[in-house]
Nanobody, 116 residues
Framework: QVQLVESGGGLVQAGGSLRLSCAAS????????MGWYRQAPGKQRELVAV???????YYADFVKGRFTISKDNAKNTVYLEMNNLKPEDTAVYYCYANQFGGAVYWGQGTQVTVSS
């Protein structure tokens, strides 16, 4: 199993920045992809960004050019740098890890609130 602990959420004004962190522990060697989803009130959870085992990255169109996903293998941590935040970015952000074989693990979520 993989345990994920997120941090870094908070309240920020529009145009501001936040950095989310997701520290992983447990069966790390079997992890293929890691990334972030978000869920706003009354909406479905949506994919934000992914980083693969080989360091390829994917971004949802609505964050391209504003968010950057990265990882530190030595710290088993994935980061999401969020710049030029907009009120519509307000959501609970969830870190996930996908293992070879298909198992998916989730963090507890961290709230990001962007005021206008």
């Amino acid at each position: 199993q993989v345990q994920l602990v997120e941090s870094g959420g908070g309240l920020v004004q529009a145009g501001g920045s936040l950095r989310l962190s997701c520290a992983a522990s447990g069966s790390i060697l079997r992890v293929n992809n890691m990334g972030w989803y978000r869920q706003a009130p009354g909406k479905q959870r949506e994919l934000v960004a992914v980083v693969t085992r080989g360091d390829s990255t994917y971004y949802a169109d609505f964050v391209k050019g504003r968010f950057t996903i990265s990882k530190d293998n030595a710290k088993n941590t994935v980061y999401l740098e969020m710049n030029n935040l907009k009120p519509e970015d307000t959501a609970v952000y969830y870190c996930y890890a996908n293992q070879f074989g298909g198992a998916v693990y989730w963090g507890q979520g961290t709230q990001v609130t962007v005021s206008s």
